[in-house]
């Protein structure tokens, strides 16, 4: 249940409604908007009166709460949130936020030499996996610490933020001390305690759609973190499993217009697993910007065709920087910047 304040409540008002909610046996979480200030309940709502509550001066409106996401749902937080990458770089508001790299870190040069081209075509962030989640166990593993290091030489280069996997709470303190965001990938969505362990942080937390996962489904993982205190969260559509093959993954865009309606979080798309194919990139790129995506997260390779993970759904710097000129044309038309 949530308690909409109204405008030029005092705050007498306000801590009265807080006592009469924490009188029926709740919590009570306080969002103030720039518009809007909301009480949300926490916990168990069977001791509130929503008529009585209703009736309380500085009260514009009851409403219960259906869904069972609570601090990641827009209804308990009205305006869209921001999240502080470091680094001078944000997700969420009028600029778009362009994460590229390649899938796996592999050698220095590729590492610096991908970063710094993506950099110079307008990304603000850096990906890399170090850790890398493979479907099998004879596939690249990633280059583990090695790896890590090879992205804060990257850094040095540029100054980006680093996103990178975590795959296992082993690697928590190494990564809290290193980089810059925590991606949660795909397989991991609802490892329940890897979610907890990252939420006792506040690392923002990329936080990517299971294979399979329902929009709910992933906001609940997102509740995960935001319920143990990280409160950054960024979601990252990246394509779901259905029946279709010639795509890698479907691309389910309209989920982007569902969780920013349901959500105030950020959401980011990742056409590269999504398609796996290289050429289908930037049209699902800007097709996602379209549809009001905050930011993309893409796959950039200097040799596609040798990488060691993804190569298929790679593009090269030059082709990344022609998505860039494109995506910059259309973020003016969508009220955009890059
Ligand atoms: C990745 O970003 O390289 C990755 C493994 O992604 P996902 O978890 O979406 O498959
Ligand atoms: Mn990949």
Redesign the pocket.
Known sequence: MVVVMKPGFTLEQMEQVMRAMQAGGVRVMVSQGAQTTILGAEGDISGLDQGLLGQLPGVEQVMRVSEPYKKANRKFHPDDSVIDLGRGVQVGGRKLAVIAGP?SVESRAQMTGVAQAVQRAGAVAM?G?AY??RTSPYAFQGKGEEGIALLQEAQRATGMPIVT?LMSADQLSLFLETVDVI?I???NMQNFDLLKKVGRTRKPILL?RGLSATVEEWLMSAEYVLNEGNPNVILCE?GIRTFETYTRNTLDLSAVLAVKRLSHLPVVV?PS?ACGRAWMVEGMALAAVAAGADGL?I?VHNDPANALC?GAQSVTPQQFEVLMGKLRALADCVGREV
Do not use: F, M, S, V
Request: glycine share 12%.
């Open positions: 899938c990906r996996g890398k989640p996997e991606q990938g795909a397989r990517k990246r990742d697993h997260l796959e993804d």
